[in-house]
């Protein structure tokens, strides 16, 4: 496991700095290769946009987060899935672009909706700050999902699941990072096998 500073991320995410971030997932998947690793994984939704940088340069195989989340969600039967996450995730195509090839839709907060969960995210969730208040505007962006016709809803950020998951959620939830995880560990068995 390897990981620089998320402070080191955000700057590179302020500035619009795509290829700062793939030399900061570049240098940990180099120390990853060369302790032997066998795979690289990295539960950060956001910074999957880098990797069309950094993929010519990779000595292992990456398992995609999204890949691993359109999956889960064609094996549930999901057709339509609300995305939720930080404005940089909500605005790229990571997710968009994996679910199509499955055949699966993505719909988008709003982008007051995104302002405001970005804003929880970076803002609160980040920080250790769980407000009564982010899970209730949580809660009301999925319902208005459900509304528009998704019957799931990506939890598309690490720290989304802290405050929702199927419990509080009118749609069922696809954790990304729980999936990723699950997705690392059958590999890794399968690889001992």
């Not at 302020?14 to 032997?36: I, Q």
């Not at 999956?71 to 404005?87: N, V």
């Amino acid at each position: 496991m390897h990981g620089h500073s998320l402070a080191d991320y955000v700057a590179c995410l302020e500035r619009g700095d795509w290829p700062g971030v793939a030399e900061l997932m570049l240098d940990s998947a180099r120390k990853l290769t060369r302790s032997g690793a066998e795979f690289l994984i990295c539960p950060d939704n956001t910074i999957h946009q880098a990797l069309p940088w950094i993929e010519p340069h990779l000595a292992l195989p990456w398992l995609h987060i999204a890949d691993v989340v359109a999956a889960e969600a064609a094996s549930r039967g999901f057709r339509r899935l609300g995305l939720t996450g930080t404005r940089w995730l909500v605005d790229s195509e990571v997710y968009p672009s994996k679910l199509a090839a499955r055949g699966l839709e993505c719909v988008r907060p709003t982008p007051a909706e995104r302002d405001e969960i970005d804003r929880i995210i970076m803002d609160e969730l980040v920080t250790g700050v769980f407000k009564p208040e982010a899970v209730t505007f949580h809660q009301q962006v999925i319902e208005r999902m459900k509304s528009a016709g998704c019957d799931a809803v990506v939890l598309g950020c690490t720290e989304i699941p802290l405050i929702i998951d199927d419990t509080n959620s009118a749609l069922p939830t696809l954790d990304s990072t729980r999936l990723l995880a699950r997705a690392a560990l059958a590999r890794a068995i399968q690889a001992q096998r």
